[in-house]
């Protein structure tokens, strides 16, 4: 599933990413990368989700959204 197709306030890991290099790099330098925590805060209707990483807030458009592929995390 992508991070368009998440539940609010649940916690998922970044199974892979599909984006352009340069966009792979800015998330990167984020600290959005693949075996990576996040935590969907909010869904806006344009589309843009609102994730936690590692304490930091970050708002992503609906087309870079759409290219994370996560699975839900569940703490073991």
Same mark, same amino acid.
């Given at each position: 599933? $992508?991070?368009?197709?998440?539940?609010?306030?649940?916690?998922?890991?970044?199974?892979?990413? !599909?984006?352009?290099?340069?966009?792979?790099?800015?998330? +990167?330098?984020?600290? @959005?990368?693949?075996? $990576?925590?996040?935590?969907?805060?909010?869904?806006?209707?344009?589309?843009? $989700?609102?994730?936690?990483?590692?304490?930091?807030?970050?708002?992503?458009?609906? +087309? @870079?959204?759409?290219?994370?592929?996560?699975?839900?995390? !569940?703490?073991?």
């Amino acid at each position: 599933m $992508t991070l368009l197709e998440t539940k609010t306030a649940q916690w998922y890991q970044v199974e892979e990413i !599909h984006e352009w290099e340069n966009v792979q790099r800015r998330l +990167e330098a984020l600290g @959005i990368l693949e075996g $990576t925590r996040v935590q969907v805060l909010n869904q806006k209707r344009n589309g843009s $989700t609102i994730i936690r990483v590692r304490g930091t807030r970050w708002a992503l458009g609906k +087309e @870079i959204a759409g290219g994370i592929e996560v699975k839900e995390y !569940h703490e073991q």
